[in-house]
T-cell receptor, first 117, second 107 residues
Framework: GAVVSQHPSRVICKSGTSVKIECRSLDFQATTMFWYRQFPKQSLMLMAT?????????EQGVEKDKFLINHASLTLSTLTVTSAHPEDSSFYIC?????????????FGEGSWLTVV | DAKTTQPPSMDCAEGRAANLPCNHSTISGNEYVYWYRQIHSQGPQYIIHGLKNNETNEMASLIITEDRKSSTLILPHATLRDTAVYYCIVSGYALNFGKGTSLLVTP
């Protein structure tokens, strides 16, 4: 299947700093990318949907000023966690849907573990 | 998106077929049925999806009832590496995950 890559796979940052996570579609153009967060022993929670060249749409309860999403190209979306706090520690996962007319398969990245200390 | 109901856990003996059920009685006409699985600490892996017709690929088969209110994912010959949480998702756009079924394949 198509490949979606995330970087970094693990990151530790100090409380109050910002950290950026990249999501790349390696072998297809992704018009839409999705960002999720997953806490231990819980399911994935959709945070936001981003379309290339436009502002992201955030799910209810997700602070758009804290979780900055940029989808500047058809192969790259970034999630920046600003002023990180220990409660932001989580597994962040992106997914990407390819360009095309009919409903395309959505592929997921490997995930990025964020630990805020 | 329509809500799905899956059993929280299932066991299957290695080499046997694993049949994972999913109810989605409120599915609407343009919503697809997707199946993903997640092995601990990894991103979800795409398995299969369908709209109305049964689908088969190298990983699994998807059987959708004629009224589309339920479906079954079939792993024909389960292996230990198939132990994972399996998510059935009904969606017209973004994928919203429920709690899934934790499948344990035993030797």
């Amino acid at each position: 299947g198509a490949v979606v890559s995330q970087h970094p796979s693990r990151v530790i940052c100090k409380s109050g700093t910002s950290v950026k996570i990249e999501c790349r579609s390696l072998d297809f153009q992704a018009t839409t990318m999705f960002w999720y967060r997953q806490f231990p022993k819980q399911s994935l929670m959709l945070m936001a949907t981003s379309n290339e060249g436009s502002k992201a749409t955030y799910e209810q309860g997700v602070e758009k000023d804290k979780f900055l999403i940029n989808h500047a190209s058809l192969t790259l979306s970034t999630l920046t966690v600003t002023s990180a706090h220990p409660e932001d520690s989580s597994f962040y996962i992106c997914s990407a849907e390819g360009a095309g007319g009919s409903r395309n398969t959505i592929y997921f990245g490997e995930g990025s573990w964020l630990t805020v200390v | 998106d329509a809500k799905t109901t899956q059993p929280p856990s299932m066991d299957c003996a290695e080499g046997r077929a694993a049949n994972l059920p999913c109810n989605h009685s409120t599915i609407s006409g343009n919503e697809y049925v997707y199946w993903y699985r997640q092995i601990h600490s990894q991103g979800p892996q795409y398995i299969i999806h369908g709209l109305k017709n049964n689908e088969t690929n190298e990983m699994a088969s998807l059987i959708i009832t004629e009224d589309r209110k339920s479906s079954t994912l079939i792993l024909p010959h389960a292996t230990l590496r198939d132990t994972a949480v399996y998510y059935c998702i009904v969606s017209g756009y973004a994928l919203n995950f429920g709690k899934g079924t934790s499948l344990l394949v035993t030797p």
